[in-house]
């Protein structure tokens, strides 16, 4: 298959009327033969999505024939299968899920930050660097100096700052994620919180990597996404994880499967110390 487009895009506004836009939007891509995911809630739309080219800047048009989505922004990029074995079009309480209601991007958020500008922000020794992101995410890819929070869901994200940071004290700091929604949030309720100079990589790792040529990034790794790709690398190419079938954590190509068993080396750990000899059977 050839001229596959894979395309991202979410945007913070009233949205109603959500739930009746779920049916209609589901039928219009599966016309298209357009797969991938798209949430859907009474804050707004966030979503993936492949296919040909025109199928998929039809479904992006229709989008933006709405007069409340009309400045729906996207990010694409070429690919030469389509990632997504369906697709899915689901009604949710948050698009991005940070389980605090008072958290408003539309009303307050940081400082966005362009991909260009954003080495110079994150080598300044006074600028704490933080990523947002889960920890499988961040262990197989991340900015130099950048802090993990060590969480297993975006949920976490508003404890760790509780538990870490102070105004007083973390007066510079910058945030990133894989695309850039988890960090409308985040910065939104440190913003709320009386944090002043906050700062967010607009776009996310994928625009960055996207356009900062790979002599001059500051990333080490690659990124993680949610979709058959597992990772990306520069100029967003494929990169070389895969899924383990039995956790579902990204491993390396490489590394993925020992020569007696058919699971990923953390899942044997796992089994061998504890599950008794006698009980331990092969990942599937």
């Known amino acids: 298959m050839t001229d596959i487009v894979i395309a991202s895009f979410y945007q913070f506004i009233s949205l109603p009327d ?22 859907l809630a009474r804050e707004g739309i966030n979503g993936t999505i492949a296919g040909s080219r025109t199928a998929v800047e039809s479904v992006l048009d229709y989008r933006r024939a709405d007069p409340i989505l009309g ?42 930050v362009e991909p260009a500008g954003w080495n110079a922000l994150i080598s300044d020794p006074d600028t704490l660097l933080i990523d947002t992101r889960n920890s499988y995410e961040v262990k197989i890819g991340t900015f130099k100096r950048a802090i993990n929070p060590d969480i297993t869901s975006f949920r976490e994200f508003r404890d760790f700052v509780g538990d870490n940071l102070d105004s007083s004290r973390h007066r510079k700091i910058a ?39 790979p002599e001059e990034s500051l990333w080490r790794g690659e990124c993680f996404v949610f979709d058959e790709r597992v990772a990306v690398a520069h100029g967003l190419k ?11 954590q990204p491993v390396a190509k490489e590394d993925d499967r020992l020569a007696d068993e058919r699971c990923c080396h953390d899942c044997v750990a796992v089994s061998r110390s504890t599950v008794p000899q006698s009980a331990r059977a092969p990942c599937n």
């Open 238 to 248: 494929v990169g070389n994880y895969r899924t383990c079938s039995a956790c579902g």
């Open 18 to 39: 959500y739930e009746v836009l779920q049916q209609r939007l589901l039928a219009f891509c599966r016309h298209l033969e357009v797969k991938g995911t798209i949430l």
């Open 71 to 112: 400045e729906l922004k996207h990010r694409a990029s070429s690919l030469d299968h389509v990632p997504f074995r369906r697709m899915k079009v689901r009604p949710r309480d948050e698009i991005v899920t940070f389980g605090y209601p008072a958290v408003d991007p539309t009303s307050r958020v940081g400082r966005y």
């Open 175 to 213: 945030l990133f994620c894989t695309g850039g929604i988890r960090c409308e949030k985040a910065t939104s309720h440190m913003v709320a919180l009386g944090f002043h100079e906050v700062y967010h990589l607009q776009g996310g790792i994928l625009r960055y990597l996207a356009e900062v040529p």
